[in-house]
């Protein structure tokens, strides 16, 4: 029986992954393939321009050259709903995409007691039961999923002051600016671990691939299900290659 992270690309082959083909090499495995990578790169580009729009509008004291990349205050004002929209669009998509992969199970709990353990580097190699993700990452998607429904939200509240009434746009305000900091500190991680945190994952998102080395220290359990070996005895290979080498 196929596992969670298999399903994930044996899903119909949408047009997007034929256009764009994925090569690995070898040493590689597959990874993300060119629809999810499109996914994440478009709701990326669009939470970042929400992002700079946002600040130029509500924080013009601070950030006001924000605003005249965007054509000037009326012109930012008026296009950062619509890169909110392109946010909760292209995420959504790929929440769809995820959302079996990113089921919590029981090995995640474990995960999540254990958090110094992977904050400190303590082991070599994450535990043997972490999969396609790990517990950190599910809690950052399930995090974006209530951070996009409080933006769509919030966001027509605010976009449409005079329907809704003062107080319900002044709470709006609130929750929206929450809602953008919990997130903002979120994708700060996330650029972090994908670049110099965890060398080798930003490779995942542009080529689709990732090495099998560090396919077995992330994701174990996900690399025994993909090639049948052990992680462990990956690692002891590696260990007897670097010996060899000395």
């Known amino acids: ?107 995640d709990t474990h995960w999540i007691r254990q958090l110094s353990a992977y904050i400190t580097h303590r082991d070599a190699v994450e535990p043997p039961d972490v999969g396609f993700f790990n517990a950190g990452q599910k809690v950052q998607f399930w995090e974006i999923v209530g951070g996009s429904i409080a933006y769509l939200v919030t966001g027509i509240i605010m976009w449409f002051p005079e329907i809704f009434g003062r107080i319900l746009v002044a709470i709006s305000y609130v929750i929206h600016d929450i809602s953008a900091l919990i997130m903002l500190a979120g994708i700060f991680v996330h650029i972090y671990l994908s670049t110099f945190g965890e060398p080798g994952t930003i490779q995942a998102m542009t080529r689709g691939t990732v090495s099998e080395p560090w396919a077995w220290t992330h994701h174990p359990a996900w690399y025994k299900d993909v090639t049948g070996r052990e992680p462990k005895e990956a690692l002891e290979e590696a260990r007897r290659q670097i010996e060899s080498q000395r």
């Open 1 to 107: 029986m196929a596992t969670r992270a298999q399903n994930l690309n044996r899903k119909p082959d949408h047009l997007i992954n034929r256009i764009g083909v994925t090569v690995v090499y070898q040493g590689e495995l597959l990874r993300h393939r060119a629809y999810t990578r499109f996914l994440h790169w478009g709701y990326g580009i669009f939470f970042f321009l929400a992002l700079l729009s946002g600040f130029g509008i509500y924080m013009p004291w601070i950030f006001r050259w924000f605003t005249p990349l965007f054509g000037g205050g009326a012109m930012t004002r008026l296009l950062h709903p619509w890169f909110g929209l392109g946010f909760v669009f292209f995420f959504g998509l790929q929440a769809l995409n995820w959302a079996s992969a990113m089921k919590w199970g029981a090995g």
